[in-house]
């Protein structure tokens, strides 16, 4: 569900035309639904509240990582959304959007001692601490700064899943999480330091995930080992369960719903007593943004392949090239006319810089506008200005109302980052 609908055949973001933003803006250009963003967390609250006998007053974490736009992350920080984080930067950009340090979560694999320190500093909530030699070190860093905090043991249940075998976490083989089998010593050796406080476990097994059964497979595994924890004298008082929930790029319409999901964990954790925490990315975010194109030229080859080169190249959306990821592409006014099958390119000189291969549209001319959908998670944040093409702007509306929210670098500012050696004079 999303708020990018059709007003007298032209596609629009709430109530703003898709053509007044591209022409004001230009094109290529990120925008993102504020009532999408707050139907979605809205609807993830509500599922989490009706279910507060289980899941406790539960933490809604969005995953910064998805989108860390400030102004994306500021309209859910005023919603109570708290953050899940995995560097000092989302650290610092949930914190500048209003996020206080006891909403965040930080996880990763690779902190550094310097980030630890700062997320001491900052305060948050918990840390997700994926291994033994991050425990040991973690236990370092809070003994230098007389410190204790709250963690919890990611633990790798060996169920991976996911869209795509390159967004899985929670394979045995993947880098994340502890393995299950060592996770209860790990916890019990954290329990004995005075330098940090083991409250939970922690998994995440993997991102677009379309069925709810491995997801239940990994929240049984972690209340098995609460289980055992506390029968061998620990304390756990909450347990974050995650992201990865799935949404319907291809207009599925047999996914789990939000209530589904939330319902499941509630009867996986009932009885238990424990705070849950979930940590969605693009469950909040994907459908919340469209990226906005113009059509460059239209190349019909002699061998009846036609290319349609966008002005959106891969370094703006790198779904497709990483992932074989599929985005649905629509015209933001259709002509009238026959069905093409396009061949949906990008100006980047690569042959990995194709969206779609024969995707079937209403003809399109050089000029006309088309929108990525589902582009609001995973989109922006995985930018970059390859092909020194600057960076891609993004643009928040709320309504009739519409604000560039990260503008379009010009190329002073591009060169502004590089200063010459002194040395070339
Ligand atoms: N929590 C942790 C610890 C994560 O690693 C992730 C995502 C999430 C939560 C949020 O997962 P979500 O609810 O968004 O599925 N770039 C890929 C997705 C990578 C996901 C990485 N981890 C893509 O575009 O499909």
Same mark, same amino acid.
């Given at each position: 569900?999303?708020?990018?609908?059709?007003?007298?055949?032209?596609?629009?973001?709430?109530?703003?035309?898709?053509?007044?933003?591209?022409?004001?803006?230009?094109?290529?250009?990120?925008?993102?639904?504020?009532?999408?963003?707050?139907?979605?967390?809205?609807?993830?609250?509500?599922?989490?509240?009706?279910?507060?006998?289980?899941?406790?007053?539960?933490?809604?974490?969005?995953?910064?990582?998805?989108?860390?736009?400030?102004?994306?992350?500021?309209?859910?920080?005023?919603?109570?959304?708290?953050?899940?984080?995995?560097?000092?930067?989302?650290?610092?950009?949930?914190?500048? &959007?209003?996020?206080?340090?006891?909403?965040?979560?930080?996880?990763?694999?690779?902190?550094?001692?310097?980030?630890?320190?700062?997320?001491?500093?900052?305060?948050?909530?918990?840390?997700?601490?994926?291994?033994?030699?991050?425990?040991?070190?973690?236990?370092?860093?809070?003994?230098?700064?007389?410190?204790?905090?709250?963690?919890?043991?990611?633990?790798?249940?060996?169920?991976?899943?996911?869209?795509?075998?390159?967004?899985?976490?929670?394979?045995?083989?993947?880098?994340?999480?502890?393995?299950?089998?060592? *996770?209860?010593?790990?916890?019990?050796?954290? &329990?004995?330091?005075?330098?940090?406080?083991?409250?939970?476990?922690?998994?995440?097994?993997?991102?677009?995930?379309?069925?709810?059964?491995?997801?239940?497979?990994?929240?049984?595994?972690?209340?098995?080992?609460?289980?055992?924890?506390?029968?061998?004298?620990?304390?756990?008082?909450?347990?974050?369960?995650?992201?990865?929930?799935?949404?319907?790029?291809?207009?599925?319409?047999?996914?789990?719903?939000?209530?589904?999901?939330?319902?499941?964990?509630?009867?996986?954790?009932?009885?238990?007593?424990?705070?849950? *925490?979930?940590?969605?990315?693009?469950?909040?975010?994907?459908?919340?943004?469209?990226?906005?194109?113009?059509?460059?030229?239209?190349?019909?080859?002699?061998?009846?392949?036609?290319?349609?080169?966008?002005?959106?190249?891969?370094?703006?959306?790198?779904?497709? $090239?990483?992932?074989?990821?599929?985005?649905?592409?629509?015209?933001?006014?259709?002509?009238?006319?026959?069905?093409?099958?396009?061949?949906?390119?990008?100006?980047?000189?690569?042959?990995?810089?194709?969206? $779609?291969?024969?995707?079937?549209?209403?003809?399109?001319?050089?000029?006309?506008?088309?929108?990525?959908?589902?582009?609001?998670?995973?989109?922006?944040?995985? *930018?970059?200005?390859?092909?020194?093409?600057?960076?891609?702007?993004?643009?928040?509306?709320?309504?009739?109302?519409?604000?560039?929210?990260?503008?379009?670098?010009?190329?002073?500012?591009?060169?502004?980052?590089?200063?010459?050696?002194?040395?070339?004079?």
């Amino acid at each position: 569900m999303h708020h990018f609908d059709r007003i007298d055949g032209a596609l629009h973001a709430e109530t703003v035309p898709l053509e007044t933003l591209a022409g004001a803006v230009g094109t290529p250009a990120y925008v993102y639904s504020t009532a999408t963003l707050t139907r979605h967390y809205g609807l993830f609250r509500e599922a989490v509240d009706t279910h507060r006998g289980s899941l406790g007053d539960a933490l809604i974490a969005f995953a910064v990582k998805a989108n860390s736009n400030l102004s994306v992350l500021a309209t859910l920080a005023r919603l109570g959304c708290g953050a899940d984080t995995v560097s000092e930067g989302e650290i610092r950009r949930a914190l500048k &959007a209003g996020v206080s340090g006891q909403r965040i979560v930080f996880s990763g694999v690779g902190k550094t001692d310097a980030e630890l320190a700062f997320a001491l500093e900052a305060r948050v909530r918990q840390i997700n601490v994926e291994s033994a030699v991050e425990l040991d070190r973690l236990i370092a860093v809070a003994a230098a700064k007389g410190a204790a905090p709250e963690i919890a043991i990611r633990v790798n249940p060996k169920i991976g899943a996911g869209g795509h075998a390159r967004i899985t976490t929670g394979g045995a083989t993947d880098k994340f999480g502890v393995p299950a089998e060592e *996770a209860p010593a790990l916890y019990a050796r954290a &329990a004995a330091s005075p330098h940090v406080t083991p409250v939970g476990l922690a998994c995440h097994i993997g991102s677009q995930i379309t069925t709810l059964e491995p997801l239940e497979g990994a929240f049984r595994a972690l209340r098995e080992m609460t289980l055992a924890l506390r029968a061998g004298g620990l304390a756990v008082s909450r347990l974050d369960l995650g992201g990865g929930l799935g949404v319907p790029y291809h207009g599925q319409t047999d996914l789990p719903s939000i209530a589904d999901y939330v319902g499941m964990a509630a009867r996986v954790l009932d009885g238990l007593e424990v705070e849950a *925490a979930f940590e969605p990315g693009r469950l909040l975010a994907a459908n919340a943004g469209v990226l906005l194109s113009r059509v460059i030229q239209v190349n019909a080859r002699s061998d009846g392949r036609t290319f349609l080169v966008l002005d959106a190249g891969m370094n703006d959306l790198m779904r497709p $090239a990483l992932y074989d990821a599929f985005h649905d592409v629509v015209a933001v006014r259709e002509r009238p006319g026959e069905v093409g099958a396009y061949d949906l390119v990008g100006p980047i000189c690569e042959s990995t810089d194709v969206f $779609a291969r024969e995707r079937r549209l209403p003809p399109l001319e050089a000029g006309d506008l088309v929108a990525f959908m589902g582009a609001g998670a995973y989109g922006a944040v995985l *930018a970059s200005e390859y092909n020194s093409r600057p960076l891609v702007p993004e643009v928040l509306v709320d309504g009739d109302r519409w604000a560039v929210v990260r503008s379009r670098p010009s190329y002073d500012e591009m060169w502004s980052r590089e200063p010459k050696a002194d040395w070339l004079g």
